[in-house]
């Protein structure tokens, strides 16, 4: 299944196999994983089952992922990385911001547990916490989800805080924003807004 955004082919000539491999790995258990949640609820996934749909070992599977939490932080490290991308053209400030919201509605109604299973994950954790004893996305993990867009690495996977707050810096900078704004309280506020976002979506009535 389709999780992030494609932004050029992936020029790997620069990685050793060891790294390309260990990425390779990483993304398809993610992949596997996002798949699970569409018919399972999270509680009931069971690394065993995981890593048979992976064809790895229970020990491996830990050696990438050493909780099964860790898959949820990975997904959004990399989902950050893919907003990014996504708003690259545009104009930093609330264009940005904008299309943050629009960009998450339409991946909420695409992978529907996904989103919800994240946001209840978040509820009951310290994300920036527990992000400390994971394994960062690698520029390999980045090249193979995304392509080798200009630029990669410069783009931070450090989940939505850093890039709101970036684009609200530069809203008021430009005047998109009143004078004296804080910007702490507003990154705060649409960060409440945004994690509802996601509900709202699924949720929706069609009619």
């Given at each position: 299944?389709?999780?992030?955004?494609?932004?050029?082919?992936?020029?790997?000539k620069?990685?050793?196999?060891?790294e390309?491999?260990?990425?390779?790995?990483?993304?398809g258990?993610?992949e596997?994983?996002?798949?699970?949640?569409?018919?399972?609820?999270?509680?009931?996934?069971?690394?065993?089952?995981?890593s048979?749909?992976?064809?790895?070992?229970?020990?491996?599977?830990?050696?990438?992922?050493?909780?099964?939490?860790?898959l949820f932080?990975?997904?959004?490290?990399?989902w950050?990385v893919d907003?990014?991308?996504?708003?690259?053209?545009?104009?930093p400030?609330?264009?940005?911001?904008?299309?943050?919201?629009r960009?998450?509605?339409s991946?909420a109604s695409?992978?529907p547990?996904?989103l919800?299973?994240?946001?209840?994950?978040?509820?009951r954790?310290?994300?920036?916490?527990?992000?400390?004893?994971?394994?960062?996305?690698?520029?390999?993990?980045?090249?193979?989800?995304?392509?080798?867009?200009?630029?990669?690495?410069?783009?931070?996977?450090?989940?939505l805080?850093?890039?709101?707050?970036?684009?609200?810096?530069e809203?008021?900078?430009?005047n998109q924003l009143p004078?004296?704004?804080?910007?702490?309280?507003l990154?705060?506020?649409?960060?409440?807004?945004?994690f509802?976002v996601?509900?709202?979506?699924?949720h929706?009535?069609?009619?």
């Amino acid at each position: 299944m389709k999780l992030f955004g494609k932004y050029g082919a992936a020029e790997l000539k620069g990685f050793s196999v060891r790294e390309i491999k260990f990425a390779r790995a990483r993304l398809g258990v993610l992949e596997q994983f996002a798949s699970a949640l569409q018919t399972t609820s999270y509680a009931d996934i069971r690394i065993k089952d995981l890593s048979r749909a992976c064809e790895i070992s229970e020990p491996s599977f830990y050696n990438y992922f050493p909780r099964k939490d860790d898959l949820f932080l990975y997904f959004i490290s990399l989902w950050s990385v893919d907003i990014q991308l996504h708003a690259k053209n545009l104009e930093p400030g609330l264009e940005v911001i904008y299309e943050i919201f629009r960009y998450t509605a339409s991946t909420a109604s695409k992978n529907p547990n996904l989103l919800k299973e994240i946001i209840s994950y978040q509820s009951r954790t310290d994300p920036s916490r527990a992000a400390r004893d994971v394994t960062a996305v690698s520029l390999a993990e980045k090249h193979i989800a995304f392509g080798s867009a200009p630029g990669l690495e410069k783009y931070p996977d450090q989940g939505l805080g850093p890039v709101l707050h970036a684009n609200l810096k530069e809203a008021l900078r430009k005047n998109q924003l009143p004078a004296g704004a804080a910007v702490e309280v507003l990154a705060l506020a649409l960060g409440s807004i945004f994690f509802g976002v996601p509900i709202l979506v699924i949720h929706e009535d069609p009619a």
